[in-house]
Antibody, heavy 116, light 113 residues
Framework: QVHLVQSGAEVKTPGASVKVSCRASGYAFTSYDINWVRQATGQGLEWMGWMNPNTGKTSYAQKFQGGVTMTRDTSTTTAYMELSSLRSDDTAVYYC?????????WGQGTLVTVSS | DIVMTQSPDSLAVSLGERATINCKSSQNILYSSNNKNYLAWYQQKPGQSPKLLISWASTRESGVPDRFSGSGSRTDFTLTISSLQAEDVAVYYCQEYYSTPYTFGQGTRLEIK
């Protein structure tokens, strides 16, 4: 069965970077785009971007361009999302999700807390 | 960017009654070449990751109870729960995947009356 397992919670200081991993299993990793979505506490879902694990091609929401980098390691079927120059309002749960039409499988989420 | 607007923001429905959530997109999300609406519905319960209920505006995902249905086309869409169960209490989101950024609606909180 399909699983997306994310790395654990992170605490960062403002200005630092964070890299969240998302290990996929149970399907052909290179056949489906990986999307990243974040959710601040008590808020809605915010789409950040997608990556094609086969080609490495990415597309980021304009809000995150210049600050986010999505990559992958096909040998370990792992996708990564790195967010730089963190601010307090980047505090959120970050999700990876596979896109198959809609986002059909989601990771468990990674809480990133940005605090001085 | 396409803007997705849900209504209402919150909804209270009695057990066994029908719940209806609307989603309006600022642009047409029907792709003419395949006649598909690029619209998904998700359910999110507290402390959980979102769960995909419906893709292509009306295609229910495997394992989703048939009391959930999606309808609509082009710019206006609806998620209907035909007979509300206690386990349906959640926040529901629509999302377009017609063009990036794949924006979500702001969410509709569904509660029991």
């Amino acid at each position: 069965q399909v699983h997306l397992v994310q790395s654990g919670a992170e605490v960062k200081t403002p200005g630092a970077s964070v890299k969240v991993s998302c290990r996929a299993s149970g399907y052909a990793f290179t056949s489906y785009d990986i999307n990243w979505v974040r959710q601040a506490t008590g808020q809605g879902l915010e789409w950040m971007g997608w990556m094609n694990p086969n080609t490495g091609k990415t597309s980021y929401a304009q809000k995150f361009q210049g600050g986010v980098t999505m990559t992958r390691d096909t040998s370990t079927t792992t996708a990564y999302m790195e967010l730089s120059s963190l601010r307090s309002d980047d505090t959120a749960v970050y999700y990876c999700a596979r896109r198959n039409g809609g986002l059909d499988f989601w990771g468990q989420g990674t809480l990133v807390t940005v605090s001085s | 960017d396409i803007v997705m607007t849900q209504s209402p923001d919150s909804l209270a429905v009695s057990l066994g009654e029908r719940a209806t959530i609307n989603c309006k997109s600022s642009q047409n999300i029907l792709y003419s070449s395949n006649n598909k609406n690029y619209l998904a519905w998700y359910q999110q319960k507290p402390g959980q990751s979102p769960k995909l209920l419906i893709s292509w505006a009306s295609t229910r995902e495997s394992g989703v109870p048939d009391r959930f249905s999606g309808s609509g086309s082009r710019t206006d869409f609806t998620l209907t729960i035909s007979s509300l169960q206690a386990e349906d209490v959640a926040v529901y989101y629509c999302q377009e995947y017609y063009s990036t950024p794949y924006t979500f609606g702001q969410g509709t909180r569904l509660e029991i009356k």
